[in-house]
């Protein structure tokens, strides 16, 4: 794991409740890890520990998916308003863009540096017996350990 950082603008209802990107120049500093497991490889950047948010790029041959992810120590969240509720969600992206500084060769030891942008799709919370509807508008800046690595 190391260090990162992100920017991030959250909504609730369509209305911002938090938003990095308007404090200007300040960071806000997350965690990143990176497997690689045969022909892929997954970075995953988040802020928190047991409850957090964050997302996640696989990488393999010449495309990549890119998906926001919510967690949280009790059961707050669903995907769909219909769903039950879980302890978290992998939210699909209704748009990411997704820049690395080379190609990726998928061998140890290789490090890699990008941005990514994100918008997720809208998922739901339930809290307190009220339902919320949320999405996130994200930018990770990233720079790997070196993949398979003792500290990855």
């Not at 404090?23 to 490889?41: A, F, W």
């Not at 964050?54 to 992810?69: M, P, Q, S, W």
């Not at 017996?129 to 690595?149: A, H, Q, V, W």
Request: include cysteine.
């Amino acid at each position: 794991m190391v260090l990162s950082s992100m920017d991030f603008r959250m909504y609730e209802n369509d209305s911002v409740i938090a938003d990095s990107y308007a404090k200007g120049k300040t960071i806000t500093e997350c965690m990143t890890m990176t497997t690689l497991q045969g022909d892929t490889i997954t970075i995953t950047g988040w802020l928190g520990m047991f409850v957090g948010f964050g997302y996640r790029i696989e990488l393999f041959r010449d495309t990549c998916i890119v998906d926001h992810f919510a967690h949280s120590d009790a059961e707050i969240y669903k995907l769909k308003e219909k769903d039950s509720l879980e302890f978290g969600v992998d939210v699909p992206c209704k748009h990411y863009t997704l820049a690395l500084s080379e190609k990726p060769g998928f061998k140890k030891g290789e490090v890699l540096e990008g941005v990514v942008e994100l918008k997720s799709d809208d998922y739901f919370e339930v809290a307190n017996g009220n339902e919320k509807k949320c999405r996130i508008e994200l930018t990770g800046y990233f720079r790997t350990d070196p993949i398979g690595s003792p500290k990855n």
